[in-house]
């Protein structure tokens, strides 16, 4: 057994601190937050750096199926910014990863080479006002007339929807009797007629604005379902594919990348910061806090790293990426949150970063698969009787 990261992903998390302390400071990363909106040309220089395309095989202009890269590379990204982080997963992740697993190769020559470069990126339309965890029922529709389909309902807390140029949405395209069954993934651009989009504000987590998504009358083709033909009413099996099990990692590595930036304020704080007489990094219930964050975000760190490796070997990892997205989004929410604690006022008030980590990791427990949702899919996946 070797601990040790490769040699690439030590040179890709080089070339990227090297990156992100020159081009993402905090102020840039507090501006986005309070724009809540990232600029497309940050993706492009993601782009650039050859980022984008970690799970994208070479032919389309990306480097193979390189999750554990893919996973540290978000990770070293949302220490800088979780909105970028984000922004960037939407691309080589929903965008990349997808299409190269369950793209027609008709979509893959056309979109990969746009995603390894970081033109487009691609938004997730699974929620809808009624639907949450519950996405074997989502209700929106899209009926079939030869190769015509077209396509009416609404999406919620679709994040980027209006940055991004395409919404992979979860529809439903049979009769409603066999829920999982008759569901289709479809690559509804943002631009098309009858599609409107209306951004919705939230607490943190900002820089791909959540969206509420109408589809009105939109007319597409088959062309347009992922995977084509062999795509329709197979979006059940396109959304428990492999793409899923690397998905789950992404919010993992979001939540790890912000409670490192958290744990490296408050290390710091504690330095320069002097009550009692003395610096409170020298009273005991701050370094046992400090020591503790640290220890639980070495668990978080190796838990992740083991999940990816299985999803890159190819491995069955299911139950380790569920208990990671479980354990790493939860274990990070305490860490920033005992952060904080360590900086007093200061974690509260703006002038720190503290109070942006507290905002964004809040979220990270609820999406991609809520920590109920975990739990409920570990103990089925282990088979653990109901009776
Ligand atoms: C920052 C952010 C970004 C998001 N981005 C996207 C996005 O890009 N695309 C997208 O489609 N969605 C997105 N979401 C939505 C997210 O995926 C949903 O919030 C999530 O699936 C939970 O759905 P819900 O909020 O409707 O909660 P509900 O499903 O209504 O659940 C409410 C509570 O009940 C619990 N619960 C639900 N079902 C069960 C059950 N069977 N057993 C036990 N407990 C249960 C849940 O864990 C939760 O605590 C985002 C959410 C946030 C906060």
Redesign the pocket.
Known sequence: MDFLESEEIGLLRDTLRKYLAKEVPAAKAEQWDREDRIPAEELRKLGELGMCGLCIPEEYGGTGFNVMAMTAAVEEISRHSIGLG?YFF?CAGYGGLNIAESGSAAQKERLLPLLAAGEIAF??????PG?????GNVATRATRDGDRILINGA???????SMNQYIYS?VRTGPESDRRRNLSFILIPTDAPGVTVTDLA?M??NG?P?ADVTFDNVELCIDDVVGGEAGWNNGWNVLAGPALEAEKLAPASLALGTAEAAMAEAWEYSQNRVQGGKRICGHQTIRHALVEAKTQLQACRLMLQQAAWLVETRRPSAVATSMAKLFVAERCREVVLSCQQVMGAYGYANGFQMQRYVRDII??P????????Q??NIANLLRLPRE
């Open positions: 984000s939407m938004s997730y339309g699974l929620s809808e639907i949450g965890a519950d996405l999406k919620r807390w679709t994040s980027a929807a979860l939230a943190g987590h791909t959540l979220a990270v609820i999406y991609g698969g809520s920590s109920t949702v739990k409920n």
